[in-house]
């Protein structure tokens, strides 16, 4: 049985399966909506249940009106309408599942390896700058990680994985794979990309590992040759976990990017930007209306950006985020 979701205030319908969620249902029929996490800790895809029940694996029972529904969580159990914080036509997704071999694995931080993926011989992953993937694990279960290569390096993907004390994949497997070992993943994921079309200057935010997709991102537009102004705040606690800061120098040295890098427990040697990054976005700016930002990394940073930069003047609808949540 199918169920039919409309979005208020537009003539945008399309089906959803008993079952399915919302979020999903949208992709198929070719629509994004803004998501990260897929797991309901994130809140990139909140959004308002206006007419119809259904229920949400994190929010329980949900009739309307409600307020701040999850719609990757939300499954309909009647014919529903929706009010998204954004959603736009896309075309529908199409997801590749991939065998790959590992190429090289490095460590230029004590807690982060940098995983080189190489694709079957003749094959090309398409994505964009931005986006996920999604490792499979012998027991079925997955792991999300960016793509820190541009779209055009299509015969291979690039990960940076930071090392979580008994996470599954970056100490169980990570730390025992050799050139040759096999993983099998799946592409694309998320909406985590440059917005098309537009020429606003761009303030990308990035903690931690939230570098790899905003370097894929930098990386694209390098390529491209976009015009629009691209400012980089990279937040950490010290100097080491800026582990790819010579690269985004070099970035910095070319005029392409402002790089500003952030620490919030800098040592005396440190000269830089101290504090927390966010805080340093609003110090060099004041008002941020007219600007969009992409913040990327810890889920406490990226919440803390949007309700600080909206209260600075920046439009909600300006405002995208891809929170890393940790899973064992």
């Known amino acids: 049985m199918d169920f039919r979701i409309s979005v208020a205030d537009s003539d945008i319908t399309f089906p959803c399966a008993a079952g399915e969620t919302v979020l999903d249902a949208a992709e198929r029929a070719g629509y994004a909506v803004p998501y990260s996490c897929r797991k309901g800790v994130c809140a990139s895809c909140e959004g308002h249940l206006v007419a119809g029940e259904g229920r949400s694996s994190v929010q329980g029972a949900l009739s309307s009106p409600s307020e701040r529904v999850l719609l990757c969580c939300l499954r309909p159990g009647t014919d529903v309408t929706i009010a998204p914080r954004r959603i736009e036509r896309r075309d529908p997704v199409a997801r590749k599942t991939l065998e790959t071999s590992v190429y090289r694995i490095t460590q230029p931080a004590a807690d982060v390896r940098i995983l080189q993926l190489r694709l079957p011989a ?17 027991d079925g279960t997955r792991r999300n990680y960016s793509m820190a290569n541009a779209p055009h390096e299509n015969d291979s993907v690039q990960l940076h994985v930071r ?10 497997v990570l730390s025992h794979l050799v ?5 099998r993943i799946e592409l694309p994921f998320g909406q985590f990309m440059l917005r098309g079309g537009s020429q606003s200057p761009a303030i990308l935010l990035a903690t931690g590992t939230g570098f790899a997709p905003v370097k894929s991102i930098i990386e694209d537009a ?10 980089l705040y990279w937040g950490a606690r010290c100097a080491e976990d800026l582990y790819l800061a010579a690269l985004a120098q070099k970035w910095h040295d070319s005029g392409r990017v402002k790089f500003v890098p952030v620490l919030s427990e800098a040592d005396d040697a440190w000269a830089g930007r101290r ?7 609003l110090e060099d700016f004041g008002s941020l209306a007219g600007y969009e930002v992409y913040a990327c990394g810890n889920p406490i940073m990226t919440s803390s950006a949007q309700d600080t930069f909206v209260k600075a003047g920046l439009a ?8 890393f949540v940790h899973t064992d």
Do not use: M, T, W
């Open 122 to 138: 003749g094959v090309r992953a398409k994505f964009g700058a931005g986006q996920y993937l999604q490792i499979e694990l012998e």
């Open 163 to 172: 090392h979580v004390p008994g996470g599954r994949f970056s100490e169980g």
């Open 179 to 183: 050139k040759g070992d096999k993983l």
């Open 222 to 231: 390098i390529r491209r040759k976009l015009e629009r102004p691209l400012h």
């Open 275 to 281: 504090g927390f990054v966010h805080e340093a976005v």
């Open 316 to 323: 909600e609808d300006d405002f995208f985020s891809d929170a």
